[in-house]
């Protein structure tokens, strides 16, 4: 990279670090810019941060702020869409949200803790509410199995199909927004994979969607996650960096994209 590149990757990086809300937008804008006229992004997290649901909240604000309709598709069990629905069309107190959180999903306790259960992703499903409140056309989806007693391959293709048949539910003018973990986002399995990590990746069987998939890095921080135990594990520091877009015809994501910083999400006790 280019001396006067790297420095103004540098005072970038400063200014999104003294905002998170321009972080959020900066990042948002990037993938917008990249992603074009595909109607299906698939965006890669890790598990269990705060910046990528308030991302994703600007995201949906963004692709719905002409009128067009936004599905969010979060990786939530489909058991939890009739409580997911309710709560959109509700008014947000506090018995609406009390009444989203009864599930076994929203109240798990033991080691499977995986992030994906936090207050930073019921505040994004509350800002949903609040668009759809104020006229916007946007809903949310689980898409998730209810239960998993197959392999990862098992598990990835159930997602494949759902979100193939909530995408030829999508009206013509709308887009579909996937949160998924990222290896269920990526094009193509890579050549150094473990064994055990699934063949066929959920994004893979929906390539012929004109699918465009995105995974979310960040230049510091941690995140959650589930090895041996659940547990807040660093990301390696990195330089600022520009989003990279991949061409290979392997390649596992299309567009790469650095936020400042990761943290752990609120979770839930």
């Given amino acids: 990279m280019h001396r006067w590149m790297r420095s103004a990757c540098t005072l970038l990086l400063s200014l999104l670090l003294a905002s998170p809300a321009l972080a959020d937008e900066t990042t948002a804008a990037q993938i917008r810019q990249h992603a074009g006229e595909h109607r299906l992004l698939v965006i890669g997290e890790y598990h269990g941060t705060r910046e990528t649901p308030l991302l994703v909240r600007q995201l949906v604000d963004d692709y719905s702020h002409e009128g067009a309709p936004v599905v969010l598709a979060l990786e939530l069990p489909r058991g939890e869409n009739r409580l997911l629905a309710d709560y959109v ?8 949200r009390d009444a989203l959180r009864t599930s076994g999903f929203w109240t798990v306790r033991d080691d499977q803790h995986d ?3 936090s207050r930073d992703m019921l505040d994004l499903i509350e800002a949903v509410r609040v668009l759809k409140e104020h006229g916007r056309s946007v809903s949310v989806l689980g898409y998730d199995v209810d239960s998993s007693d197959g392999s990862n391959q098992v598990r990835d293709d159930a997602l ?5 048949r909530a995408y030829r539910r999508l009206p013509v003018d709308g887009t579909m927004l996937v949160l998924a973990g990222n290896v269920h986002a990526m094009r193509h399995r890579p050549m150094d994979a473990p064994k055990e990590m699934q063949q066929r990746p959920m994004a893979s069987q929906l390539v ?6 995105v995974r979310l890095e ?3 921080g941690e995140f959650w996650a589930c090895m041996q135990r659940c547990q807040a594990l660093p990301l390696r520091a990195q330089a600022a960096r520009l989003p990279r877009v991949e061409t290979a015809e392997d390649r596992m994501y299309d567009l790469i994209v650095w936020m400042p910083e990761f943290s752990v999400a609120r979770l839930f006790d």
């Fill in 89 to 96: 069309e509700s008014n947000g107190d506090v018995s609406a």
């Fill in 160 to 164: 494949a199909a759902e979100l193939r």
């Fill in 115 to 117: 992030g994906r259960r």
């Fill in 218 to 220: 960040a230049l510091r």
């Fill in 208 to 213: 012929d969607l004109d699918m465009y998939s």
